[in-house]
């Protein structure tokens, strides 16, 4: 009787376990399929009540000729790199120019050592010391927001776009070592969807998935704003 009453107690436990186990997975896959859907849905909405992905798409053609650093000139770093950063209100002095291409020269290796990587798989601990010497390299006169414009349209897929609002959020510091750590939180934010997730919303929105993220962001960061002015 005692052998039968702890193998029933066994088989019970065995039977919660598993049903704790397939409701954490029913939830893990609720949580992505939403997620999705508010990555999606915040591209639409950017998209529709916003200048700045007009401006996004426009340069981005412009950005091609920055693949080829050593052949650039200060006029297409003023008008181009420049000119985008300053279109999303970052107002970099453009007499930065040279010394903004001066950097890139510098650092055109490390920027090449990252092309065909993703930010979603990126082993960020090994990558740190190339990260924030091509983040903190740039002149002074171009502010924290500005660089992560720049570098976001030298790679889409690595480096993530940043503002105040978005460093307030994540508890950040404005320097090489908070972006990043910025970088690492966006990286989690990655991992929680499926490769099968992030090429959809890629091809649904024509746009690297770090873009959408940031454009979600975005809209948070500025409905919690309206929420304290109010």
């Given at each position: 009787m005692c052998?039968?009453?702890?193998?029933?107690?066994?088989?019970?436990?065995?039977?919660?376990?598993?049903?704790?186990?397939?409701?954490?997975?029913?939830?893990?896959?609720?949580?992505?399929?939403?997620?999705?859907?508010?990555?999606?849905?915040?591209?639409?909405?950017?998209?529709?009540?916003?200048?700045?992905?007009?401006?996004?798409?426009?340069?981005?053609?412009?950005f091609k000729i920055f693949k080829d650093i050593n052949n650039l000139s200060v006029d297409d770093v003023r008008k181009i790199a420049i000119g985008f950063a300053n279109s999303w209100h970052s107002r970099i002095d453009k007499n930065s120019a040279k010394d903004i291409l001066n950097h890139l020269r510098n650092i055109q290796n490390l920027l090449l050592n990252l092309n065909g990587n993703y930010l979603f798989n990126l082993n960020l601990d090994d990558n740190e010391e190339e990260i924030t010497k091509i983040y903190s390299g740039f002149p002074k006169k171009v502010k924290p927001t500005g660089r992560s414009k720049i570098l976001h349209m030298l790679n889409g897929n690595v480096f993530p776009m940043w503002d105040e609002g978005m460093r307030i959020r994540y508890g950040v510091y404005p320097n090489a070592q908070g972006y990043f750590n910025y970088m690492n939180l966006i990286q989690k934010q990655l991992k929680t969807l499926s490769k099968e997730d992030i090429k959809e919303i890629e091809k649904l929105t024509r746009r690297p998935i770090i873009k959408i993220i940031d454009e979600t962001n975005w809209f948070e960061v500025n409905k919690l704003k309206e929420v304290y002015q109010n």
């Open positions: 052998k039968i009453k702890l193998y029933r107690d066994f088989e019970k436990e065995c039977n919660h376990n598993l049903k704790r186990k397939y409701y954490k997975r029913l939830k893990l896959e609720k949580m992505k399929e939403l997620l999705k859907e508010k990555l999606i849905e915040g591209h639409k909405r950017y998209s529709l009540e916003t200048k700045f992905d007009k401006s996004y798409i426009d340069y981005k053609e412009k």
